[in-house]
């Protein structure tokens, strides 16, 4: 769940150089179209999820196109995109409760007995949840290693100025960018819902520094680093629960943070500058 996220947004990092502070809202978005689809429509969930993250894709490049690349074609700095996504962030969790209200919610889905593996024990949701990730994280592998799109992705996430001299339509490369990572984020806001239960707007937007903790352990804009990352984060905040308190365990993935800043601040995976 972790790494769908992570490298959701390692990915648009990678690409357009700017933090997207609205990405916990666009996990709101992939829940909520899900819902939508599941409930209101009366979809089978599985399909209501694909739905949902292909909608979240596509939301994804529309708030691109409309808000963003404005800003990114005036030369707005790294900082003030920081603030405009912010912004950002707040217009889609309002818009969410506009629309589907302030109350938790939760998934036509049954949640099905619990499966014990050695002294571990997985819902089959849970297990369904491995799978689909292990899956899509193989296919990202594979896009970004064996396609022109994913080769392009990785020559402006080097330099942007040179690829584009070299011929790449850096504005298509983009857009596939957004619309990638935007279907990773609604992907991994599903799978969070799914493990929370119950969700409501701010759900995804509270799991956000968990995310950020993970792409800057891994190295920031560095894809196989938000997956090392993720794994990292992921175990050392839930197999605290053995020792800690489940009130504490987020605070974990801070104190990660921290320690590898100190020891390691370019992450795992150093970040090659770009130009």
Same mark, same amino acid.
């Given at each position: 769940m972790l790494a769908l996220s992570a490298v959701g947004l390692s990915l648009q990092f990678g690409v357009t150089n700017f933090v997207n502070f609205g990405y916990g809202?666009?996990?709101g978005l992939g829940m909520y179209f899900t819902y939508a689809l599941n409930t209101s429509l009366g979809l089978p969930f599985w399909l209501a999820?694909?739905?949902?993250?292909?909608? &979240?894709?596509?939301?994804?490049v529309i708030i691109d196109a409309l808000i963003l690349e404005p800003f990114v074609r005036r030369g707005t700095s790294g900082f003030f995109m920081l603030i405009v996504t912010f912004g950002l962030s707040l217009i889609l969790l309002n818009l !969410?409760? +506009?629309? *589907?209200?302030?109350? /938790?919610?939760?998934?036509?889905?049954?949640?099905?007995?619990? +499966?014990? !593996?050695?002294?571990l024990s997985f819902t089959p949701n849970q297990l369904a949840i491995i799978v689909i990730s292990i899956v899509v994280l193989v296919g990202v592998h594979l896009l970004l290693t064996r396609t022109t799109l994913g080769r392009s992705m990785r020559?402006?996430?080097?330099? &942007?100025?040179?690829?584009?001299?070299?011929?790449?339509?850096?504005? $298509?490369?983009?857009? *596939? &960018? *957004? /619309?990638?990572?935007?279907c990773l984020a609604g992907l991994g806001g599903v799978t969070l819902a799914i493990n929370t239960v119950s969700f409501q707007a701010y759900t995804?937007?509270?799991?956000?520094?968990? !995310?950020?903790?993970?792409?800057?352990?891994?190295?920031?804009?560095?894809i196989y680093g938000a997956m090392i990352g993720a794994i990292a984060i992921g175990l050392v905040v839930n197999l605290s629960g053995i020792w800690i308190s489940s009130a504490?365990? +987020?605070?974990?993935?801070?104190a990660v943070l921290v320690?590898? =800043? =100190?020891? $390691?601040?370019?992450?795992? !995976?150093?970040?090659?500058?770009k130009a």
């Amino acid at each position: 769940m972790l790494a769908l996220s992570a490298v959701g947004l390692s990915l648009q990092f990678g690409v357009t150089n700017f933090v997207n502070f609205g990405y916990g809202a666009m996990l709101g978005l992939g829940m909520y179209f899900t819902y939508a689809l599941n409930t209101s429509l009366g979809l089978p969930f599985w399909l209501a999820a694909i739905g949902g993250t292909l909608l &979240t894709g596509v939301a994804a490049v529309i708030i691109d196109a409309l808000i963003l690349e404005p800003f990114v074609r005036r030369g707005t700095s790294g900082f003030f995109m920081l603030i405009v996504t912010f912004g950002l962030s707040l217009i889609l969790l309002n818009l !969410i409760q +506009l629309f *589907w209200g302030v109350s /938790f919610t939760k998934f036509s889905i049954h949640q099905g007995t619990p +499966l014990k !593996i050695g002294p571990l024990s997985f819902t089959p949701n849970q297990l369904a949840i491995i799978v689909i990730s292990i899956v899509v994280l193989v296919g990202v592998h594979l896009l970004l290693t064996r396609t022109t799109l994913g080769r392009s992705m990785r020559a402006m996430s080097d330099n &942007t100025s040179l690829a584009k001299v070299s011929g790449i339509n850096t504005g $298509r490369i983009t857009m *596939w &960018t *957004w /619309f990638l990572s935007g279907c990773l984020a609604g992907l991994g806001g599903v799978t969070l819902a799914i493990n929370t239960v119950s969700f409501q707007a701010y759900t995804g937007n509270n799991f956000l520094f968990v !995310i950020f903790a993970a792409v800057i352990v891994g190295g920031i804009g560095q894809i196989y680093g938000a997956m090392i990352g993720a794994i990292a984060i992921g175990l050392v905040v839930n197999l605290s629960g053995i020792w800690i308190s489940s009130a504490y365990q +987020l605070d974990l993935a801070f104190a990660v943070l921290v320690l590898v =800043l =100190l020891v $390691r601040p370019q992450g795992v !995976i150093a970040t090659v500058g770009k130009a």
